[in-house]
DNA sequence: GCTGGCACTCGGACGGACAGAGTGCCAGGC
DNA sequence: GCCTGGCACTCTGTCCGTCCGAGTGCCAGC
């Protein structure tokens, strides 16, 4: 176990780097923190965490940087959650207020996010399955053309033209809306399924072939939650990222255009409470040189989906972590009141 | 008036800078392309190039490279559109036809534009205005609350939440679901403040005030056009970009992300035809040292939004103009099919 | 009007010298 | 036993001078 002051030496560390981008020595240190002990002495734990693994040296008369697992360790033991400040509270609800869709709602989230943390921002759509029927809607638009319109109540709606194996009245039109709402709304999607599963029963001959296909369409557009959508922001910032950059900047860019690597990165973080991810703990590796801190967010206690941040592994955790935690708790409420 | 020689050097002066990304020199001209001259001449050739600023020397001893100017003078006179061949053709046909729903449209279209022109892709969600009403949805999700959904021949659909002024019974709603469709169903967005004017006249007193907000509501969405939506994609390939990398990219990415200016540096555009923009000639700073290549697509002969791709100046501009012209082709084809 | 030749210029690469930052280690002091 | 000051060492980044090559402009000749 590592003494009360090595940690306090990792601490300073990481926060020295994160602040200069540069690889920090052991008198800086003693002039920039008040420690107590001079810079041999530091230099002694700096040996030590290095032996442990926590810190490395780029070239032999550099300074030290922490490794991931130093990050681990700052971000696990040493460092809490900044909080935001009354003001940036209020700013943060005074800017997600002004949305007047579901859209609208995600891209200000990701705008506010990109900006609070100046880092790159991801923000999942409210997932489908997790969420429960507002509505149905089944619209005629040609005599064997319907659409279907699904309504949930985090506010998202999803549409898919269904055309029918044969012509469909509206009174059978009707009939099949007001069965179909009378079962599911209200519930959560991933009981449809079995909800609807006898419906065709109830219907005339000639109409089953239509009301199964509506219903199989309908049955698709839930499954297809592989087909999430995701929207960034604040790319921008990753040309804060380091000198070395069109080296580290592209398989990042690269790993963003890929909706299926982000959403599997925060689908991997745990259901409830912030998760960050380091460096290498990252499956991905084109983000092996980037943090990711996410947290699920939703309108009542149980998350509908997550959002997160995406930045160098050089980064301020706790200001970042209190952000997202922040803008995560706002946007819930914001989907509930909608 | 410029030699026709003269024109064919800066036409290979563009191609190689294009190709290689270098200054190119007297020399290396005659070697690659054969001009039948001697370098020399060329070298004169070059210096009247120079005199009429369609060339510039980074520095004294440095070959050519093009002009803003220079390049415009490529675009308009000396190079034509490359056509897709006949695979790639039907490449792009397939990757579009297994789109779903308009959002996976568009997402196809940003990633298919992005990868064949491998660069930044943009493209405008099919506008409100320009399009037609297929259908307006009104759904009572409480006693005084209804949901109002818009769909337009182009697949668009957006929904806006209403909340009533006075509780608003379900023989109201069919009411005005029947007389607000049998007005604007199939006319153009434009048209429609004009045809509901006075569609509150024909209501009961109590439900005026239901009405009055439902339209100004419907209103108020078609007027939002300024929230047009679109989608970006390929940023990755600014890491191609250049060696200055970090100084250059940065803008970009900020303007790419500031939808205003793209929807601005699409709308700037001509309306019909292919527009290339060149370094300069793009009103936005950020962007001075990219070139936009952009065009209009729609269903019918009429285009309803634009799509193109933001590149570096020095960019191989027929391949370019090619893929975005046979990209919007096709895109129009699939909208008119859905 | 084209061409070969020639002198000139400039940037990029190479290499040595140097300063500065940081380290590891050791002997001495509390 | 732990901390400290001192010292030798190592490495990087920078500065400077040199050199080479590419490319140019100009000129005289065909």
Same mark, same amino acid.
């Given at each position: 176990m590592?003494?009360?002051r090595? =940690?306090?030496?990792l601490?300073?560390?990481?926060q020295?780097?994160?602040?200069?981008e540069?690889?920090?020595?052991?008198?800086?240190?003693?002039?920039?923190?008040?420690?107590?002990?001079?810079?041999?002495?530091v230099r002694?734990?700096?040996?030590?965490? +290095?032996?442990e693994?926590?810190?490395?040296?780029?070239?032999?008369?550099?300074?030290r940087?922490?490794?991931?697992?130093?990050?681990?360790?700052?971000v696990?033991?040493?460092?809490?959650v900044?909080?935001?400040?009354?003001? %940036?509270?209020?700013?943060?609800?005074?800017?997600?207020?002004?949305?007047?869709?579901?859209?609208?709602?995600?891209?200000?989230? #990701?705008?506010?996010?990109?900006? =609070?943390?100046?880092?790159?921002?991801v923000?999942?759509?409210?997932?489908?399955?997790?969420?429960?029927?507002?509505?149905?809607? =089944?619209?005629?638009?040609?005599?064997?053309?319907?659409?279907?319109?699904?309504?949930?109540?985090?506010?998202?709606?999803?549409?898919?033209?269904?055309?029918?194996?044969?012509?469909?009245?509206?009174?059978?039109?009707?009939?099949?809306r007001?069965?179909?709402n009378?079962?599911?709304?209200?519930?959560?999607?991933?009981? /449809?399924?079995? =909800?609807?599963?006898?419906?065709?029963?109830?219907?005339? #001959?000639?109409?089953?072939?239509?009301?199964?296909t509506?219903?199989?369409t309908?049955?698709?557009?839930?499954?297809?939650?592989?087909?999430?959508?995701?929207?960034?922001?604040?790319?921008?910032?990753?040309?804060?990222?380091?000198?070395?950059?069109?080296?580290?900047?592209?398989?990042v860019? %690269?790993?963003?255009?890929?909706?299926?690597?982000?959403?599997?990165?925060?689908?991997?973080?745990?259901d409830?409470?912030?998760?960050?991810?380091?460096?290498?703990?990252?499956?991905?590796?084109?983000?092996?040189?980037?943090?990711? /801190?996410? /947290?699920?967010?939703?309108?009542?206690?149980?998350?509908?989906?997550?959002?997160?941040v995406?930045?160098?592994?050089?980064?301020?955790?706790?200001?970042?972590m209190?952000? /997202?935690?922040?803008?995560?708790?706002?946007?819930g409420?914001?989907?509930? +009141?909608s």
């Amino acid at each position: 176990m590592l003494s009360e002051r090595r =940690l306090q030496v990792l601490r300073a560390i990481v926060q020295d780097y994160v602040g200069t981008e540069e690889p920090v020595g052991s008198k800086a240190l003693t002039e920039r923190h008040n420690l107590g002990v001079s810079p041999a002495t530091v230099r002694n734990d700096m040996a030590a965490l +290095e032996d442990e693994g926590f810190i490395a040296q780029p070239h032999t008369s550099a300074g030290r940087i922490p490794t991931d697992k130093g990050y681990r360790l700052f971000v696990d033991k040493l460092a809490g959650v900044k909080p935001m400040t009354a003001p %940036e509270r209020r700013a943060i609800q005074n800017f997600l207020d002004g949305a007047v869709d579901l859209d609208d709602v995600v891209a200000r989230t #990701v705008r506010l996010l990109a900006q =609070l943390t100046r880092q790159v921002a991801v923000v999942q759509y409210p997932s489908l399955t997790r969420s429960t029927v507002r509505h149905v809607e =089944l619209l005629s638009l040609a005599p064997a053309r319907v659409m279907l319109v699904l309504i949930t109540d985090t506010g998202r709606v999803e549409q898919r033209m269904v055309d029918c194996p044969a012509p469909f009245g509206e009174a059978s039109l009707a009939d099949l809306r007001a069965r179909l709402n009378s079962r599911v709304a209200g519930r959560r999607f991933a009981d /449809v399924p079995r =909800l609807v599963e006898d419906l065709p029963e109830g219907f005339d #001959v000639e109409d089953r072939g239509t009301v199964t296909t509506v219903l199989s369409t309908l049955l698709e557009t839930l499954v297809e939650e592989n087909e999430e959508r995701l929207m960034i922001g604040g790319t921008a910032n990753l040309t804060r990222f380091g000198h070395d950059f069109p080296l580290t900047i592209r398989p990042v860019l %690269e790993a963003l255009e890929e909706q299926v690597v982000l959403l599997k990165l925060l689908g991997e973080a745990g259901d409830s409470g912030m998760t960050v991810r380091i460096g290498h703990e990252n499956a991905y590796e084109g983000l092996n040189s980037t943090s990711v /801190v996410s /947290v699920g967010y939703g309108s009542g206690n149980e998350a509908v989906a997550k959002l997160g941040v995406v930045g160098p592994t050089r980064m301020d955790y706790p200001g970042t972590m209190g952000a /997202v935690r922040a803008v995560a708790r706002y946007v819930g409420q914001i989907l509930a +009141e909608s």
